[in-house]
């Protein structure tokens, strides 16, 4: 079933969005980024420039650099990094702080921007999970290892309208950088993850009119012979 929603939303993403599944990034105009961002520059820096810096801070193996560098090279041309974007990340000390600089300020445009039900927003988060498990399985042959509680911690029927507000600092941390997974619009459901590393368990849980009854919908991951094998279960009922 989850499988299933899956392709129902990618379709209606690759239909809002012109065929991309995320935003391309805007300017980092975040407070939170100040302490990154160099004070003078006189020229944009090149992709280039900003690939072979984050590639200097990060820990993809020596066997795996050149295409992980392709790759996101290939990202910065295409969705294409904005200028203070870009100086963010040359500042940032490594990886995981170059995360703020995307995560500060991204929103989809208004005519794009749906609150998606439940079981949607399900589908395409889990789905991002997974994704990004199986990158770090492939970098560092193993899930990230944690036993992360219901992230945000509180209920989104206690903010108006039944939606917990877009938080870019909950997602900045571990697991869910490791995960390469955040959320930039308010949302319906929180998120757990699970493993130790050969194995993982992440949910979605909300209760989306907020009723009393919450449901839950989860995906578990294992790795056999290098083959990412998924299974999901969701609610019998409709909430």
Wanted: glycine share 6%.
């Amino acid at each position: 079933m989850l499988g299933d929603m899956r392709s129902v939303l990618s379709l209606l993403v690759l239909a809002a969005c012109g065929g991309a599944a995320r935003p391309s990034p805007p300017s980092a105009t975040s407070p939170r980024n100040e302490a990154h961002r160099p004070t003078t520059a006189s020229t944009t820096p090149s992709c280039a420039e900003v690939v072979d810096h984050i590639m200097a801070t990060s820990d993809v193996p020596a066997d795996r650099h050149a295409d992980e560098r392709a790759a996101r090279l290939d990202d910065c041309e295409a969705t294409a990094w904005s200028e203070e974007v870009r100086r963010c990340l040359l500042a940032a000390p490594d990886e995981s702080s170059g995360l703020v600089c995307h995560l500060a300020g991204q929103v989809l445009p208004a005519d794009v921007v749906t609150i998606l039900p439940p079981e949607l927003e399900a589908a395409f988060n889990l789905d991002v999970i997974a994704a990004g498990a199986r990158e770090h399985f492939d970098l560092h042959g193993s899930f990230p290892i944690s036993a992360t509680p219901l992230t945000p911690t509180t209920s989104c029927c206690s903010f108006a309208d039944g939606l917990c507000p877009a938080d870019g600092n909950l997602w900045a941390a571990a697991p869910w950088a490791d995960l390469r997974f955040w959320i930039l619009d308010a949302h319906r459901l929180r998120y757990s993850y699970q493993s130790d590393g050969t194995r993982f368990v992440a949910t979605a849980t909300g209760d989306g009119d907020c009723d009393g009854v919450a449901v839950t919908y989860a995906l578990e991951g294992n790795i056999a012979n290098g083959v990412l094998t998924l299974s999901g279960t969701s609610p019998r009922h409709e909430d």
